[in-house]
């Protein structure tokens, strides 16, 4: 049994996993030590990974879980099972790394562009070798809808909501427009651009807007907002592997 535990910006996921197949999953605001510890200690938990953005949580939080358990925190010089191209690795967000692995235990052998659609849009690219070969970032869309009304003088605060005409009748539904169907517009760019230059090609959306992009997108393409997660487990067993 493995447990992996995401620590974002704002919300902690943790997951547990049997053999590769995920059992439970938890999403909170806040987690203590001792609630990770009882979700352990409930499921007979033996390994753990970890990747947080909050460095002042890794350390007690890990000395705690490597007294008790096969203890894992997730950073540059982890061994991953896929090949990372990235130039500068420390500076790689944890999750995007960690989807990208998700992506290639999902679909072994094929080229994937993985969107990670959350507060900022992340397009990473594997190759049909296992390699992670980068990716951009791109703000999301709820971003985009919050810097047009901040660095202007009059333009309202819009929020997410149902498009209509794709040309906007009001000053609202523009906003919305350029907002929402600049981001739909931009991954169909994306998707099209990767196809050209690898051929067939996966198109694995994760993160909080993921339904939105699936629902409006003509592109054929996968959702699975256990990405991260699944990553993150395949990981762990990967490096339990190398100790056998």
Wanted: glycine fraction near 10%; aromatic fraction near 8%; hydrophobic fraction near 45%.
């Amino acid at each position: 049994m493995n447990l992996v535990i995401d620590i974002g910006n704002t919300r902690v996921k943790a997951g547990v996993f049997r053999n590769g197949a995920l059992q439970y999953r938890e999403t909170r605001e806040n987690w203590e030590i001792d609630d990770i510890m009882a979700l352990a200690t409930n499921h007979n938990v033996e390994n753990v990974i970890l990747s947080t953005v909050a460095a002042a949580v890794a350390v007690p939080l890990g000395e705690v879980l490597a007294s008790r358990f096969f203890f894992l925190e997730l950073n540059a010089a982890t061994p991953l099972p896929i090949a990372n191209q990235y130039r500068t690795p420390d500076t790689l967000g944890k999750d995007r790394l960690a989807a990208v692995v998700g992506a290639y235990s999902l679909f072994p052998g094929q080229a994937c562009l993985v969107v990670d659609a959350g507060t900022c849009i992340t397009y990473d690219l594997l190759s049909s070798e296992g390699a992670y070969l980068g990716g951009n970032i791109a703000p999301g869309i709820a971003m985009r809808l919050k810097a047009m009304h901040a660095f202007t003088a009059r333009l309202p605060l819009v929020e997410q909501g149902p498009m209509g005409n794709w040309v906007g009748d009001s000053t609202e539904t523009a906003l919305r427009n350029g907002g929402q169907l600049g981001a739909l517009l931009e991954a169909e760019g994306y998707l099209s651009y990767c196809r050209s230059r690898f051929g067939a090609l996966r198109a694995i959306f994760t993160g909080g807007d993921a339904d939105f992009f699936v629902k409006n997108l003509k592109s054929e393409i996968f959702v699975n907002h256990n990405l991260v997660l699944i990553g993150l487990d395949q990981i762990l067993n990967y490096n339990v592997k190398r100790l056998e």
